[in-house]
């Protein structure tokens, strides 16, 4: 079994000094882990993506995530613009302040694309046990939180990383599953340069591994749009509406948004939520066992 050592030196929170999410609090990072896997009972948490170059939406998103208390929110990756940027992360900081719940981020392709941007990520979110992808759990639930740009492994979930994930997800022993990482696995009428589908055979042992330790869903950015399907058996959410520019027109797909996720006993739902608060989106995951 992995003990909860192993999980916390695979976790990663945006600490930011302990100043800017967690304002106004004393608890630090491991408290706060603890405070998450005593849950009972129902929990919310909100997902939101790729915010960089939005301000203004990434503003606007993130004070209507906290009008709904979240006990936490994970944002899909590429929070900046540059990578590497020191004022683009200072920038990402102020715009977060309102963020008073732990805040989980996934490694983008404009946050981390080499050995220096790599570095500079690690000390600008606090990666305790200096890791890239992580683990951590909520209530009766397992996050899992991958980084789909490692150096080496670009747009593809292999190696070491993999199986590190096939350990974690054995040993998880919780009634629900989400896996988090910024590029797709898959995607239909848009070019399979954004996902992982340049590496089909190390994509497909990656969603056969979700599917044996039945994965409730995965959540991806990279894409600018909106999208919930079921891929091959998969539930398949992309969340890239949280500023950055959108790359699909249509209604159904092309809106700046949040995802609210709520978690009561066997039942996970979502409502996707717009500039406007309109719920564009509402649904039930299917609670497999």
Request: neutral net charge.
């Amino acid at each position: 079994m992995i003990n909860l050592k192993r999980f916390l030196l695979g976790t990663f929170i945006v600490l930011f000094a302990c100043s800017t999410v967690f304002s106004g609090q004393t608890s630090t990072g491991d408290e706060r882990l603890e405070e998450l896997q005593q849950i009972k009972g129902k929990f919310t948490f909100a997902v939101i993506g790729d915010t960089r170059s939005g301000d203004d939406t990434y503003r606007k998103i993130v004070n209507m995530v906290m009008e709904h208390k979240p006990a936490f929110v994970i944002n899909l990756g590429d929070v900046v613009r540059r990578p590497g940027s020191l004022s683009d992360w200072k920038r990402f900081r102020e715009l977060s302040s309102p963020v008073t719940v732990p805040y989980f981020l996934a490694p983008g392709n404009h946050d981390a694309a080499d050995e220096e941007s790599e570095r500079i990520f690690r000390e600008q979110v606090a990666l305790p046990g200096n890791g890239l992808y992580y683990s951590f759990s909520a209530g009766n639930s397992l996050f899992v939180v991958l980084d789909s740009y490692l150096a080496g492994h670009k747009r593809e979930i292999s190696g070491e990383q993999m199986d590190w994930l096939a350990d974690v997800l054995k040993a998880a022993g919780k009634r629900h599953k989400f896996v988090f990482l910024h590029h797709p696995l898959y995607s239909d009428r848009l070019s399979i340069s954004g996902t992982l589908a340049g590496h089909p055979k190390k994509r497909d042992r990656l969603r056969d591994l979700l599917e044996s330790y039945s994965v409730d869903a995965v959540f991806a950015g990279h894409l600018h749009l909106y999208q919930r399907k079921v891929f091959d058996g998969l539930t398949q959410i992309i969340s890239g509406g949280g500023g950055a520019p959108l790359i699909a027109e249509d209604e159904q797909r092309g809106f700046f948004h949040f995802i609210l996720m709520t978690v009561d006993g066997e039942t996970v739902s979502g409502e996707v939520i717009d500039l406007d608060g309109k719920v564009k989106d509402r649904f039930t995951l299917d609670g497999r066992k």
